[in-house]
């Protein structure tokens, strides 16, 4: 009975300790967020912001309606050592929350002894003879630190509050990766359509190069048309092997990205156009609320918010609650007999800190130091927010023209080119009129082929930028 009238009295001390512990010394928390527009300036007619915390931001890469890329992003989010440890560094901050917030309740260990003690005949208050027995001790201790000031409160915010922001980063990893695979595997598929042309390229010089061959043999064509048009059919194949060499070099990155070895690691060439994905940026108000890296420098903070309040309580009195309760007897008979119970209630402790030499002064201005830090840090990442998101739409609708515009020049390039090579045939011109044409053509369509992987890469910079592609809000 002892043992429950101590749980009991213990219970009521800390129901009084916790509702004495009212005081929170961490200022209040007001975040500061720069002015935020009604709409990009780049993308005009969007409307305000509205909540979208909750909405999905999906597979945004399968807009793109390529299977080889869908398979590669969830290898990416299954095997990526770089995702691997932002998981694991998020689920040590859960765990490092988790402890925090255990010191809010009373801490209780059970325990136990036994052992065969000999004592002296000549010991203190001695009977007058030595005397040998066992002692056996079941019970349990409990500790509590009374929450006066807020400083375990605010530890617990704190550490959820990074627990939130790691989070965060996760989900900017995650996001990052994404774009990292996609990126490299759009500029992959840009090089197989290069590769492509020049490959009908080298065809169509080799065919050139054979049909002034043959007229220079036949006394119709000089050795300058020859060796010209030879120069062309070696300077295209050159272009072949640096190709070759820029799409090792990319493969071998997607491989790093999804966790493969690349070595082990290859993609078949395909010169398949990808579609070109529409992705809504919404409002720069919904643009703050879903790009992970701002909530994660808000959360950060407001941990260091919560770390004024840690500082500030420091320099005042700690007081812990202590004590223990159980059972004792020099045999192991009714060992759990209530005359055998025994109990102690305390320490009751509290130390106030009397001098230390300006150090708690000094740690509270650290905390708010880190704290302006901290805010400063949320401030620029909600402008570099804006700055990317306005860059990824100014890319996307330039390059949509620059696009336009380079397919018009590389249809005119080849219609000078078949008519440039109609001439020289009939023996309208020289054969520098057609190398030149070829040129023309040849640089036209590798541009065009250029400008439609930047298009898409521009698609996949907004697509990070806005983080993460959301259903539209009509």
């Known amino acids: 009975m002892g043992a429950v009238k101590l749980g009991r009295t213990f219970a009521a001390l800390a129901l009084a300790g916790t509702a004495l512990a009212g005081c929170d010394m961490a200022p209040a928390y007001h975040p500061q967020t720069p002015a935020v527009p009604q709409q990009f300036a780049e993308l005009p007619g969007w409307q305000a912001a509205e909540p979208m915390d909750a909405l999905p931001r999906g597979k945004w890469w399968e807009a793109f309606g390529d299977p080889q890329l869908n398979a590669l992003e969830e290898q990416a989010d299954k095997a990526s050592p770089t995702l691997a440890a932002a998981l694991a560094r998020y689920d040590a901050a859960t765990a490092a929350a988790r402890v925090s917030a255990a010191a809010l309740l009373p801490e209780v260990d059970a325990g136990g002894s036994a052992e065969r003690t000999r004592v ?120 072949v092997s640096a190709i070759s060499v820029q799409r090792a070099t990319t493969e071998h990155e997607i491989a790093a990205a999804v966790g493969a070895v690349a070595s082990s690691f290859h993609l078949a060439p395909d010169a398949t156009q990808l579609t070109m994905p529409d992705i809504p940026s919404g409002t720069p108000g919904q643009l703050v609320q879903r790009r992970p890296d701002i909530a994660a420098a808000e959360r950060r903070m407001f941990e260091a918010n919560a770390g004024i309040g840690i500082a500030k309580a420091a320099r005042f009195p700690t007081v812990t609650l202590g004590g223990n309760a159980g059972w004792q007897a020099t045999g192991g008979h009714d060992l759990l007999a209530a005359p055998n119970t025994v109990w102690a209630l305390g320490p009751l402790a509290a130390s106030l800190p009397i001098f230390d030499a300006g150090k708690r002064l000094a740690q509270v201005r650290q905390a708010r130091a880190q704290f302006e830090e901290a805010a400063a840090g949320y401030r620029g990442a909600v402008v570099n927010a804006f700055q990317q998101v306005e860059d990824a739409l100014a890319a996307e609708r330039d390059y949509a023209t620059q696009a336009h515009d380079q397919t018009e020049a590389a249809q005119a390039a080849n219609r000078t080119n078949d008519l440039a090579f109609i001439r020289y045939r009939d023996g309208a011109t020289d054969y520098l009129e057609v190398v030149t044409a070829q040129t023309d053509a040849l640089t036209a369509e590798r541009s065009r082929i250029q400008v439609e992987t930047q298009r898409r890469q521009a698609s996949i910079a907004l697509v990070k930028a806005i983080g993460g592609s959301v259903p539209d809000v009509k």
């Open 120 to 239: 002296a005949r000549d010991r203190p208050s001695s009977t007058g003879r030595s005397s040998t027995y066992d002692l056996y001790n079941v019970g349990a201790s409990l500790s509590y630190e009374v929450d006066f000031w807020g400083r375990v409160r605010n530890s617990v915010k704190a550490a959820r509050a990074e627990a939130q922001a790691s989070a965060g980063d996760l989900a900017s990893a995650r996001l990052s990766l994404q774009a990292e695979v996609a990126d490299a595997y759009v500029r992959l598929r840009g090089l197989d359509a290069q590769a492509e042309l020049l490959r009908h390229t080298v065809t169509a010089y080799q065919r050139a190069w054979q049909l002034n061959h043959d007229r220079h043999e036949g006394g119709d064509a000089s050795g300058v048309d020859e060796n010209r048009a030879l120069s062309q059919l070696a300077s295209a194949k050159a272009q």
